[in-house]
């Protein structure tokens, strides 16, 4: 919004401003206003209200927005001929209309309409009807999510449309040479259902905190975003010499705005005011000199206009002095005149006023004015990378990074877009080329991101064979519901009872099988959810273990069954209740027909062997020796079909990279990654507290502040190349990945695909959970992986004083692991743990940033000592750690990676462990586990619980596919310590 009218109550970002006036247009010029403008004079008078008006190339003509036609009570846009004084409408007369600006050398005019808009008319209906009925509205803009940016001739003719997104698109201006458009756009807020609901309340409630600054070409193409900063970012324009742009940023909470210039990209954005107030509506004068705008700094609802030098280093200068609305200044193109908005007429409304300028009065009171006061941020950078490494620049990476805007960073979501934009908008502007596919900055990968339900592929019928009964056909959703993990198929045949559906190994007393005895082989099983109920909590965590409902369908599968059919039983929690269709990131099934049943329709199927549910599961509870664990439910067959829609997505990594020196006589590299992406709301992995639950997880640890540390070294690192390429005897890669909290998705993807041949790697640094230095101790891990880590870290770390803690395992659960297996030596930056870990609570007040910007710097005396060294560092194959971690509710021990973004029937490794058994058996990097133990492996899940059920010490049978052909092997698991 550019500008609103006075005489009533209107909101601005969220805030309400009373204007009074009581000034007529004779005493609109005050002695103050004296010494800048003369001859002032109002311009417009038909109609309720008018302003914003903006002067044609040759001067001659104005065009603005007016409400003036008795048929609607918008605005609509209006040309005004500064010598005859004949007006005429330009924009189509329909729905309303805002923020025109002519096209420098043709006979264009461009303006924000939503006369495309269905409702428009009704809108106006509406409108008109309310101010019939006498009441009165407090005015506001409302950013009506159907305004698009046009084009049209200045006759009213040849009207173009130039976007089409959903969301506010206005505020638009032609760069000096007409070949350009800036713009505000609110689209990044739609659909509105993808927002958090913390966030659909502040679109119902200020849309305008979502407004972005845009680019696009003249005719509507190649249309980009600039900005990525929460708080309304608006009203953009050109400098006259179409090098910058400027516009006002209001904060977060809408109270407070001032001026801003960028670059046309984006980059070197430098602020011009710091009133603590609302200061907007800026504009230059066509020297360039200098810039005018509005500011409410005298009281709040006072706006006057203000003059500044073009880089913000003076104190800005008082024009106006009339109390009331003065604002959306505009000069004319000679810089003689001054066209702006304000109240001060007769009778309080908004109309367009025009004076003279004094071009060299402004200057010679601009040169007068004195410096700002120290400290104050004129002439520095907002946003982008400078080239040092700072505590201050890393809160910044932070704040944006870990702002509830993002939503906390899933993979896959808009806020993980968000995300990579800024990220490759920040190496952009540090000079970094791009390294991703297409010659950009993004590399794309694919995971699984859910599935959806075909309804009409699901089927769960009963045929009764007895005489007396009928068949039952239920209701998919209903009554039935199909697991996420399902195969799509169908399966008919006998039911079998089988009470918990567990297979635990162990002695008497230790062990469960809830299918002794039981004959499973092509029917279908019943299953109750969980585990028993009654059982003390340390028997409920033994079982625990093995009642995941993956594990629990494997069992079935494995034992013959075609079908499993899951309820929670009347003692269980949510009792009756359909399992979800879960995110699964597994890009494998199950290999069995699954589904999710009500007790109703349990009962219904128990009801012919005179058994209910109620009553076995309160003997299966207590584990009672007695207690009848299953059976066949005679005279009775069930038909059951499955069909699911497997959704995958696609995210990307952001690649760039910094070229060798040309006195380099090779192409090596060293590689640097970080990955950004999190939790989300927490829809998977997150150690949430109850009252947490479904809150944003902005993971400003984990791992804003590993991506933050990465930047400042982009930043740091390609000016020092830009002073010294001659010492740059390597080339520098800077990686940063999303499908991390997945399992490793975006790096492995890389290590498959990489942007550079691995071979030309000569090390990978990565940073993940750096901003938690406490008590000065630093972790260092996968030294192990080459014997020049210790070197290099004790030359460092004189200078720096960290206490480190050196730790040799390689195999660590972060991006390391998908770049070690490949022959990389790897190094990994870790601060430690904490209790906010995987929750709501890492947020940006968390972290120590000074320790942070310490970390950055003690990596990039690491990283220089890489690329000046003459020799690569060895790749040491890192015999196995017994105390590393990872998934420690196994008890075996084998050795080997999965390579978690490959989708494939069985387990793909990406590489295996030095001196495990994994690699005593011959296991190699891309192999694929079809068989262990007897039993085939369909998926990950298969593998892990396989494993599980394996002796300590005695030697399991294996195939693997290993480029296309079995391969037998036998490994002896170990004991994991």
């Not at 505009?330 to 007429?345: A, E, I, M």
């Amino acid at each position: 919004m550019k500008w609103i009218a006075s005489g009533c109550l209107f909101s601005f970002a969220g805030i309400w401003i009373t204007f009074s006036c009581s000034l007529c247009a004779a005493e609109s010029r005050t002695p103050g206003e004296a010494q800048f403008l003369s001859n002032s004079r109002q311009l417009t008078y038909e109609g309720k209200r008018s302003g914003e008006g903006y002067f044609s190339s040759d001067g001659k003509t104005l065009v603005f927005q007016s409400e003036r036609e008795l048929g609607n009570p918008f605005y609509q846009i209006f040309l005004l001929d500064l010598e005859s004084g004949d007006s005429h409408r330009v924009s189509p007369g329909i729905g309303k209309t805002t923020c025109a600006f002519f096209r420098p050398g043709t006979d264009e005019v461009l303006f924000a309409s939503t006369h495309r808009d269905s409702e428009a008319k009704a809108k106006q209906k509406s409108e008109l009807e309310f101010r019939a009925s006498g009441q009165q509205r407090r005015y506001s803009w409302d950013y009506d999510e159907q305004m698009d940016i046009f084009s049209a001739r200045r006759d009213g003719t040849q009207v173009r449309q130039l976007t089409e997104a959903l969301g506010y698109d206005a505020e638009a201006s032609y760069s000096p040479d007409g070949r350009k458009i800036v713009f505000t756009s609110i689209r990044n807020a739609y659909p509105a259902d993808k927002l958090s609901s913390q966030d659909r309340e502040r679109l119902a409630a200020d849309p305008s905190y979502f407004a972005e600054i845009y680019i696009m070409d003249a005719d509507g193409a190649d249309q980009k975003r600039l900005t990525f900063t929460p708080g309304y970012d608006g009203g953009p324009f050109f400098s006259p010499d179409g090098q910058r742009i400027i516009w006002r940023r209001f904060d977060e909470k809408g109270a407070i705005a001032d001026v801003y210039t960028m670059k046309l990209d984006g980059s070197d954005v430098q602020r011009m005011t710091d009133f603590d107030c609302m200061s907007w509506a800026p504009y230059f004068h066509p020297s360039g000199d200098y810039v005018i705008f509005t500011s409410n700094k005298l009281g709040f609802s006072n706006f006057e206009l203000f003059v500044v030098d073009a880089r913000g280093e003076r104190e800005p200068v008082r024009v106006t002095f009339t109390d009331g609305f003065d604002g959306l200044p505009v000069f004319s193109p000679d810089g003689k005149r001054l066209c702006w908005t304000s109240n001060r007429t007769a009778d309080g409304k908004s109309q367009l006023f025009l004076a003279a300028w004094d071009h060299d009065q402004a200057r010679a009171a601009i040169q007068a004015s004195p410096m700002r006061r120290a400290g104050a941020p004129s002439a520095t950078k907002a946003r982008g990378l400078s080239s040092d490494i700072a505590a201050d620049d890393l809160r910044s990476h932070v704040r944006l990074l870990a702002s509830d805007a993002l939503e906390g960073r899933l993979t896959g979501t808009k806020g993980s877009q968000q995300a990579a934009e800024y990220i490759a908008d920040q190496l952009k502007l540090a000079g970094l080329k791009p390294m991703g596919d297409k010659a950009g900055f993004f590399q794309e990968f694919e995971f699984s991101a859910g599935v959806n339900l075909v309804t009409n592929k699901n089927l769960l019928a009963l045929q009764d064979s007895r005489p007396s009964d009928a068949s039952v056909v239920w209701q998919v959703e209903k009554d039935f519901r199909p697991l996420s993990f399902t195969v799509n198929g169908e399966a008919e045949g006998e039911v079998v009872f089988a009470g918990y559906g567990l297979s635990v190994p162990g002695k008497t007393g230790e062990g469960y099988d809830s299918y002794a005895g039981l004959d499973v082989t092509n029917k279908i099983v019943l299953i109750l959810r969980y585990v028993p109920e009654a059982v003390e909590p340390k028997r409920r965590q033994e079982l625990n273990r093995y009642a995941g409902l993956r594990y629990k369908a494997m069992i079935a599968r494995t034992r013959g069954a075609r079908a499993i059919l899951v309820v929670s039983g009347p003692n269980s929690p949510n009792p009756g209740s359909l399992a979800a269709l879960s995110f699964d990131t597994s890009l494998a099934g199950s290999g069995i027909v699954a589904a999710s049943v009500t007790t109703s329709v349990a009962e219904a199927i128990l009801a012919g062997s005179g058994k209910n549910l109620k009553t076995l599961q309160s003997a299966l509870d207590k584990e009672d020796p007695h207690a009848e664990q299953g059976f066949l439910v005679s005279n009775l067959k069930l038909k059951i079909a499955t069909g699911l829609e497997r959704i995958k997505n696609i995210d990307r990594n952001v690649v760039a990279f910094l070229p060798p020196g040309q006195e380099a006589t090779k192409t090596d590299y060293v590689l640097l990654g970080a990955h950004y992406d999190h939790l989300g709301r927490g829809e998977m992995n997150t150690f949430a507290r109850k009252e947490e639950e479904g809150q944003i997880h902005n993971g400003a640890d984990d791992n804003a502040s590993g991506v933050s540390a990465l930047l400042e070294l982009a930043s740091a690192l390609a000016e020092e190349r830009k002073q010294h390429p001659q010492a740059f005897h390597r080339g520098l890669v800077f990686a940063f990945w999303s499908g991390e909290e997945l399992g490793l998705i975006g790096s492995s993807h890389f290590a498959e695909h990489p942007a550079v041949p691995l071979s030309d790697v000569i090390a990978y640094l990565n940073f993940d959970m750096v901003g938690r230095l406490r008590e000065n101790k630093l972790n260092m891990q996968g030294v192990g992986s080459s014997s020049t880590w210790r070197r290099l870290l004790e030359k460092r770390n004189v200078a720096s004083g960290f206490d480190l803690v050196v730790q040799e395992d390689p195999y660590l659960p972060t991006d390391v692991t998908a770049l070690y297996p490949k022959g990389v030596p790897v190094l990994n930056f870790f601060t430690g743990s904490h209790e906010d870990y995987h929750r709501p609570t890492d947020d940006t007040d968390t972290l120590n940033y000074e320790g942070l910007e310490r970390i950055s710097k003690f990596a990039r005396g690491i990283v220089l000592d890489l690329l000046n060294g003459l020799d690569r560092p060895d790749y040491v194959k890192v015999e196995r750690n017994d105390q590393a971690g990872g998934r420690e509710n196994l008890r075996a021990y084998l050795g080997t990676i999965p390579d978690y973004a490959t989708e494939v029937a069985g387990v793909k490794l990406s590489g295996v462990r030095g001196g495990s058994p994994a690699d005593k058996a011959g296991l190699k990097s891309g192999d694929v586990i079809v068989e262990f133990a007897g039993q085939k492996i369909a998926n990950i899940y298969d593998y892990t619980y396989a494993l599980d059920s394996v002796k300590i010490g005695q030697a399991v049978e294996m195939v693997v596919l290993r480029e296309g052909k079995r391969v037998p092997l036998k490994a002896i698991p170990e004991a994991r310590k």
